[in-house]
């Protein structure tokens, strides 16, 4: 249920419909929009105990909108205009296209510091980098976990840049937190409800990856979860393939995500070419697709020897071959009209 | 890796092997077979650390078989004997057929209480309910939580059932093992390692869901995730369906990966037919479909109103078609040769 | 649109109606049922020029009902009792399970006697055999052509069997019918609706087997458009399986598409184990499944030396497994009170 | 089977090895390259009948090379520079990226000619519209037939335009062939391989549209059915989507294809938005896409009033919309070196 309140309502008037929500046992988020403000009324039990005669009766109160959707907070219905995400002087969701770019694991100091170096020459902004490493086999390299948060933190602050990693679970959040600018949630995780929720507590960003298997409308609650109880609606959505019968690509790229995301959500989407396509030959062409579809940035795996990485060497990109493709994406990028 | 000991290799000379295996920094897991053991070494530097050869010359071993399958404690190749789970009094991998039923959610006691009678009534050994409910949206109903467990225990004691319900965070684990007797890891957090790793010191046994997308050699492989630590291999695996482009169906019910996981794995393996049709009206059929393929149990959600269930109701089979199914499914089970 | 005609409507009162319809342009079929005749109109101007109202008004009418399924002549709505295929004093879709066996292709004639003999032995009707073979490949084995099935006819008739074989173009449905008592229609042809049409004609009944990214709604659509100026309802379904993500088995068998069809079509359909497995291990665990899960049929394949098979040699069954696997069917399907 | 010959080989040398192909029974094809000659062998016998090392001794073959794809006339193995297809001064797969467009159905005279207009207006080359239409359902549209033809090839000619149009059966090749420029074998029809083989003796260019379950390997197959017989490599790719879960989309556009055609094959490849979309509002971001992956050109469904098309209405661009569209493709194939 959404409250649409009017253009002239006063903070009074707002401040009256959400005791009203609170009285009835029912929760809500507000969106304070250019225009209007907003209020997403939430809870289990909404169709019992809310009733939207009495709530439109209330002075300032302009519609009530019935929303079907199981997702609310994440939608362009709640919030029509853009989110834009600014952290650490960037901006994501905005004029500019991010380049988020780095190794699958952290590996030692001396592979993410040279990482770094050539992420920002390449006019990257974020150094992705994996600590923890969720792994489908429990005997496959598992990250330096806080010794790599650590690798990581330095080498992206020699070189102005910000950090991504991802979070694997609750007990972690404190931790990775304390390392990271913005905090991942991986496609294996995408509903595991119990992370989500102890994420909306957190004031950093979340990245969060669309599972193989999820459909565009189930990663949009994943971000509710999220939202729900967030101060700022600080969810970033990354596509990074589904799981096919195609054989050809590790997953497929559902590169329709970008404008579907940009229709029916405000947040803004990246896209991962690299676990997308799972060999470093075609990581180019998505990446080149996606800033043309829309997408709001683009985070790639790059490695000083992929031959010798200790996980995702076949999809990881070169330094000369990243140094090349990012020269490729800002002409894509400058074509759109938008920045890199 | 495996080491296999000779049939008539010493209890010292097993403990040698361990010892060495610990002194190069694996790991291993013993498999005390019927006719000799089986060490299987486990670690992500096992290329690197492990020399076949100088294990090969041990005294009792009778050779070193390098095992390229991501999974391994889950495997055939490990443990060539089917797994026969025993708690109260009841066997899961065994002769007998066993028959799981009960809510989607607990919503109350009187609900659960006539779900239990008729479980009961209708042969049946294990009460399945949902207390902690993982939900897509996160405005739907998510369970009573411990008062669910309560309810549960209370109604399973009652009709001398034992307990089956869902885990969903590694912080209520232990709530959850003091009420129930099987621990269930739901389709969504199939990959959540954390979780996965936190139940390998619990000494109840885990029923694990196949996650939606996930491919059997995966699901063998976050088997392998809650085995590795524990002292028993106390996991049951549970098909429940794949998301495919099929829509008369909720999921796609891979019946196949029946006969797969009797071939390659030596756990017992269970049938939800309820969440993979989505429809009662279609349950009775992959419900027989599944005993006549082999599987060693199935998970059947019935509900005494189910227009009026809080989740799942359309898939949920009334008590009378439930009495009705498990003649039919005992039936079944004889013509097979096992029982119900 | 479904015209319903009373109970009592005369055979006058039913050429009227079908005039009419002629007369405003459109096609019909008719269903006569034992309580009551149904009147398929079809027609791809219906909705401009269908006039319900006036048709209702016609004597011996009952009730319009419009149907929004696109199929129509293979659902229950038209026909709500089970069709029943009587072909050589076989029936298929009623009380009795058929099993149709066979090699993949027909490689020579002694290949296929000594597969006929041993079908007959096993308690099969139907030999089936390929004369003319798809194949993804073009420079894979063809199939012998008209002498394959000259061989597969007089292979039929020493040992008393029926004949299913592939047709594979509008070209030869003249010669193959000329030999076969059943024409297949493979599941890569599932949507060649020159193939389809140009078989209404023909008097043979048709197995169509489902494309493996088809769904359900799709089959039946493709059932229709043989079924739309055939004098009787001649098809059969088949089940072979979906093209999913999961790589232990060749396709994923959809199990759920047999109470699927059995709920929304009045016609038989058959599963064939063997293609959707690819693994002659899976292939008796399938066939029992099916027959439990309510299928009228099974087609297996079965080869003299699996190994040396010219094409699926790796889902053929050898003799003597076949010669179990039908022990085994006859068994179940006695317990879910059918004959085999 | 590849025979390489030398650089310097003779066309009496080149004579003699084929000679000597047919004298064992098998078929071959010739790619004069710019450096050297080419010769596939094939034939289902190749294991048996082909000997190596007598091959490897002729005068003048260099090198003998076996290929395990199972397609062999489209692949860069076969013929390392990219086919070039040129017809009626256009050429497709060179610098050029050449927009398509038109009605999904061709509906009357005076809509295909405004949409001719059009498309010349935007700088299109080809115009597509369906004479003849492959429908799920049996009672929807199924095109206008001989008179869509006519009408299609008069509008193209009026504007200057080549004309795309479906062939959907052997029996009409002939036919199609009079009106269009280029054949398009529709998604459903991908592996009608008698439809394929027939028109391996078309003079004109196919366009091939990959089934919507299709690997790309088995796609590549279906291209070689054509070519094998051809005196020219005179296949156009086309990418329309996949069936998956996803139901945002109406198909999920395999982005992906586009470099793995590139790598694999010579062959042009192009993308259909349209299809793979569903929804007009997504068609311009998967055509910015498409571009930016390297595709050589778009095949667009456009319609004068999208709400009233006969087919394929929600999918179809407004004259305005594809006016917009062509001018952003034309800065997109511009920054990535091409023109349009």
Known sequence: MIIEMGTTATAKQIEMVTREIKAVGLDFQINEGRERTIIAVLGADIKKTFDPQKFKALPGVEDIIPISKPY???????????????????????????????????EGESQIFRCAEVVKKAGGKILRGGAFKPRTSPYSFRGLKEQGLHFLRRAADQFGLLVVTEIM???SIKLVADYADILQVGARNMQNYDLLEALNSCKKPV????????????????????????????????????????RSTRYTLDIAAVPVAKRLSHLPIVIDPSHAAGNFRYVPALAKAA????????????????????SDGAQSLTFS??????????????AIGRDM
């Open 169 to 171: 679970s609750v007990g």
């Open 72 to 106: 609310k907070l994440a939608s362009r219905d709640f919030k029509s205009e853009d989110t834009v995400i600014k952290i650490g002087g960037i901006e994501i969701g905005g004029k500019d296209v991010v380049l988020m770019a780095g190794p699958c694991s952290v």
């Open 321 to 334: 071959d990243f140094a090349r493709l990012s020269e490729e994406l800002k002409v894509i990028a400058s």
């Open 207 to 246: 990245l969060l990856k669309r599972g193989p298997s999820a459909e565009i409308e189930e990663w949009f609650c994943a971000a509710d979860y999220i939202l729900n109880g967030s101060d700022t609606p600080n969810v970033i959505l990354c596509e990074r393939g589904m799981k096919t019968f195609e």
């Open 291 to 310: 800033i043309a579809a829309g997408a709001d940035g683009i985070i790639v795996e790059i490695h000083p020897e992929p031959k010798r990485a200790l």
